[in-house]
């Protein structure tokens, strides 16, 4: 089985539930190289999920998830190992390793997942703290950074493996609006010098504005919306209008 | 009763997942190193204070009771075959049930709770295998080890309070100690909590890794572990004594 439509990501009428409670229903959309998707929706429309389903962390009920050329809902765990190189995931909250050093967190994926020598492992993690400007802190545990620095810790991890697509739970929750600025500011460069196709899932309209080429609008698990943000500003639909509206 | 029963299966199924984990690669040493000091190591001050507290304690209460019967000169081998015959691996199983039972469970909580195994399973890493096995192993490899330092603690304690009572030599103490002891005394009961170490490492990580209770559930699955391994503890401490007098029948005294 191939990817028809040549898509970074695609979900095809993916449906999922947990127990009784049907999160996502009948959901399609794609996703291209190096391009910024933004999923915007109510608190427990399935947006997490979402995400969770693309890095095969969930499976779904039914439906079809593809990511590049291969069609994850029945990969094994090696055949799923080497589609999760493709992928960076920065989560809500970043989920660092709390017992690990900045550095170390930096090279789990590095030393698990790849057979580069001490001094390349070195390397990459400067270069990839640099570039989130926590060139200064990698010795620095968990707990002794802030909510802007831990974010910008935990996109340095998902950078680690120069993804072909960065998965974003959040990724301005918690922060003031400068930080939450920057940290978008690091996610479009991500994007254009990389052309990693970027998901990100966001309550932050100003964010999701800026970041986004186009915007899904999930509700109650129905994808009610999709596309550019000016289309969506004049949606016919009331709840994805209202939700793009600022 | 169904649930109990539904549990107690799941646990079982965790358990032998761990114990496989322990025959297939990768074999997560660095990880087995780390808990290894964490449970051993960090848990040494609190084994070595207490036996001794203890040996010294239970000292003076025998040499109350036995000075009535004049014979005091079995002190030491009533505190040597009570240290390594049931207080000690019994109290260092209830220790470790506290510190490290805790400690596992609130830790792998809070790890699911801030998507830290989330984070895990996304690197294409095994979380069971990097989290689980090398917690429950290490419990496993350090109960005995500790036990053995309570013991050795305690019959320390016991001495000092004797020599404040009778200035009995040192040498003296421990010939008497061991006078009459057997090996079996010694290996099968220290061997056992080898077992009371899986069922630490067991519990306390399958209420932490399972638990689907965010942050509420951190504090709960610390709690839980503490109160199950312990009664669990007790309860084949029983079935273990058993076991060791079937199966060492010289040790029965």
New interface residues.
Partial sequence: MSNARNTTVAFEHVSKSFGTKQVLRDVSFDVHAGEALCILGRSGTGKSVTL?LI?S?LKPDQGKIWVEDDEITHLG?SE??RV??K?G?L???A?????FTVYENLA??LT??TSKSPDEVDFIIDRVLRQVGLAGDKKKMPSELSGGMRKRAGLA?ALVLEPKILLADEPSSGLDRITSSEIDDLLLMQKEQHKTALIVVTHDVRGARRVGDRIVVLDKGRLIADGPFAEIEHSENEVARHLVTE | MTSIFEIAGEVSIFGSRALAGLFQRPFEGEELR?QLAEIGSKSLPLVIASGFALGAVLTLHTRSTLVTFGATAWIPTVQALAFFLEIGPLVTGLLVAGRVGSGIGA?LS??RA???I?????????SFKYLVVPRVIACTLALPLLTLFLDFSGLLGGFLSEYASSRLSFQLYITRSFSSFEWSNFYAPTLKTAVFGFIIGTISSFLGYTTNEGAQGVGRAATRSVVISSLLIILLDVLLIKFIFFMFPESAL
């Fill in positions: 969770k890095v962390l765990e799923l190992s999760r190189r992928m995931f989560f809500q909250d989920a660092l390793f709390d017992s789990v994926p698990r997942l991890r | 780390r830790v809070n790890m801030t998507e830290q989330d984070a895990i399973e996304s690197l294409s890493i095994d």
